[in-house]
């Protein structure tokens, strides 16, 4: 098996998480290896814990980080890193989330638009499956995740179709969710970009509970650091990127008294201090690398405990 990814931001997110070669690393999606092995290779007497839901990624990573007797792979889902820590607390936390290359390149995985393959799009490869999704929710629920996830302008139409059509036969692959949705969609719609991609993000994050999950982990991630550690986030839309600049402010915010009190009564300090506040890929990242393009690098100090 080839599990391939390019990380984005490689050097930034590394810079960020300011590594001590006998400190405590957690790489919450380690995928296929490539930020967890540059952060093992900086360790000396320090560890590295690598955990990742999907079981193709937990191979390769068994396979290109087997030499590093300081890692710790783990199957498990990042909203656990309390429960895997088991009571350590990390120098230093990377979440890279979004979709990696090797299931976006993989057709029988389902994710990509621009393969025809069965509507699969588990990163568990367990549990409700994009299939599902379409085959069973009814309409209001379509419209509301290809709405509320996929910020999609045309979900009543999309939603309203998938329903139709699959009253005459179960929608099964990628590209009769495609046809379905070309046919909900004017023309004009389909100049800028790939008229399918906010419906398949929508339906990925639905079936993987990725918002949900990530707005659990953020604080669990966040509660899982050392004072003085650092939390990394590297985001790939608007939704999740929303989520945690919101979350990372929250960390970072001090007094809450009213404008217009002449002193602090509240006595709320900043549980953080944030140390990049959205970097995103250079030019010629983006040159190099096309999927690059919508990725963004959050990062917050601890400062105290609550």
Known sequence: MEFTHVPVLFRETLDSLHIR????YVD???GGGGHSKA???QLTTGRLIAIDRDPDAIEILQERLGGFPQVRIVHDTYDNIRSILNGDHADGILADLGVSSYQLDTAQRGFSFHKDAPL???????GLSAADVVNTYSEPELFRILKEYGEERYAGAIARNIVRARQEKPIETTFQLIDIIKKSMPQKAMRDAHPARRTFQAIRIEVNGELTGLDRALDEMFAALKVG???SVITFHSLEDRMVKQR???FAQGCTCPKDFPVCVCGKT???EIL???TSPSKTELEENFRAHSARLRSVRKLKEE
């Open 276 to 278: 990049v506040k959205g």
């Open 39 to 41: 952060i093992a290779e």
């Open 28 to 30: 919450c999606t380690a």
């Open 21 to 24: 070669p006998d400190g405590l």
């Open 270 to 272: 900043p549980r953080a």
């Open 229 to 231: 550690g650092i939390l």
């Open 248 to 250: 990372f402010q929250s």
């Open 120 to 126: 699969d799009m588990r990163m568990s490869k367990t």
